[in-house]
């Protein structure tokens, strides 16, 4: 059983690392466990998810085994951190939720291409 939620993220991809590594920055309470999808095993409770798409999107999973990937997890992740009060509300706007999903789907489609560094992604 988890005890708090925990965010599943590539980590062979730089651009996924440098995006984590400010979460980490951000979650001055460590309400968020940050694994790697490559160590993924080593966290009990973790549901399956298939490699496909741990491939396309980053996941959270949250106490209670319910999954979120992609923009729903982004809006998730917002929700946990401190500073998130300010920030959650615009996330929900009418019409936000499909362009954050969109530009989430976008951006994960290019991050090898947006965040390698030499010998970094393996791609």
Do not use: K
């Not at 966290?43 to 979120?68: C, F, K, N, Q, S």
């Amino acid at each position: 059983m988890l005890t708090r939620p925990v965010l599943l993220y590539d980590g062979n991809c730089g651009f996924c690392i440098r995006w984590v590594d400010r979460v980490r920055h951000w979650d001055r309470h460590r309400r968020i466990q940050l694994v790697a999808v490559q160590r993924r095993r080593e966290v009990p409770g973790l549901p399956d998810i298939a490699e496909e798409a741990l491939d396309r999107a980053m996941h959270l999973v949250h106490p209670d085994g319910t999954v979120v990937s992609g923009g729903s997890a982004v809006r998730a992740v917002v929700g946990y951190l401190p500073s998130g009060r300010v920030l959650a509300p615009l996330l929900r706007v009418p019409g936000m939720p499909p362009v954050l999903d969109r530009g989430y789907a976008w951006v994960a489609a290019r991050r090898h291409r947006l965040g390698c560094r030499e010998g970094m992604c393996g791609i």
